[in-house]
């Protein structure tokens, strides 16, 4: 029997790819060599606010800067929880500016901010999964960033170590598909990890909805969930048949102009936690 599925209202900061381009190569996906087509990027992140909006949830803008082409990616800009900010502190130079970008717009509007002694991007390495973190490390956060978040939100964190250099970040390698506590759900791509990671995985997330390299590749798992709704690519089909049998509704959404930089749908969007 399908388990009924529940949304729930979400806040996301998101940053419109105004200055958006592939102009260095920090990660597997980027080609400065291939054209960028920023008014396509521009549409299709415009349809990715527009479906949070149209699902009722609360959507935050930050100034996009020039210069900083990947400022798009907000989910790279800090780590909300409980309402207190972990500041992003990038290993490339090439995005060092958006974490205190990041970090003032949240102190603007309020927020606790604690800047980050050690190197973190945000989101894109931490996914809160019921009162657990799950952290990755490998190729941009450091393992001792792990140990700071832990110290600082009171939360358990729980270090994943990616392998594969496509799967960079930790949210191109899981989707958090039910973050409530006691209803634990995540989907994720087992060769994007270490094998003592994958057996971490296997044993805290039994039940885990697995992706197929076609899925991964996509960056299908680069997916964004309120409970119900699931922001999926839409190469992602067997993922998101796999959804479907467990009665969420995906909804493709093309972000493969944003795929060049290398992120899609949860790359762009920052879960604001208060």
């Not at 990616?162 to 995540?186: C, K, M, N, Q, W």
């Not at 922001?231 to 909804?251: I, T």
Request: with cysteine.
């Amino acid at each position: 029997m399908t388990q009924p599925r529940t949304p729930t209202a979400r806040r996301y900061l998101m940053c419109r790819p105004d200055f958006f381009e592939v102009t260095y190569e920090i990660n597997p996906w980027m080609d400065v060599t291939r054209a960028t087509d920023r008014e396509r990027a521009i549409a299709q992140w415009e349809t990715l606010r527009d479906a949070y909006l149209a699902w009722g949830h609360t959507v935050e803008l930050i100034d996009p800067a020039p210069g900083l082409p990947d400022m798009v990616y907000a989910a790279n800009g800090a780590t909300v929880v409980d309402g207190l900010v972990y500041s992003a502190r990038f290993r490339y130079p090439e995005r060092a500016a958006e974490g205190p970008l990041y970090e003032k717009w949240f102190a603007d509007h309020g927020f606790i901010t604690q800047t980050a002694a050690q190197i973190n991007e945000g989101e894109g390495d931490i996914l809160l999964v019921g009162d657990t973190f799950l952290a990755g490390s490998g190729f941009r956060t450091d393992p001792a960033a792990h140990a700071e978040l832990a110290a600082l939100s009171g939360h358990e964190v729980v270090t994943l170590e990616l392998v594969d250099p496509r799967f960079y970040h930790l949210d191109t390698a899981i989707a958090v598909l039910d973050s409530r506590p006691g209803h634990e759900l995540i989907a994720y791509y087992p060769p994007a990890f270490s094998a003592t990671s994958q057996a971490v995985l296997a044993a805290r997330y039994p039940d885990a909805v697995m992706a197929t390299e076609a899925d991964a590749i996509a960056l299908g798992l680069n997916a964004v969930s309120d409970g119900l709704h699931v922001v999926v690519a839409p190469a992602a089909v067997d993922l998101a048949a796999e959804l479907r049998a467990r009665g969420f509704e995906p909804h493709p959404v093309d972000t493969t102009e944003l795929l060049k930089g290398g992120g899609g749908a949860k790359c762009c969007t920052l879960e604001i936690r208060s």
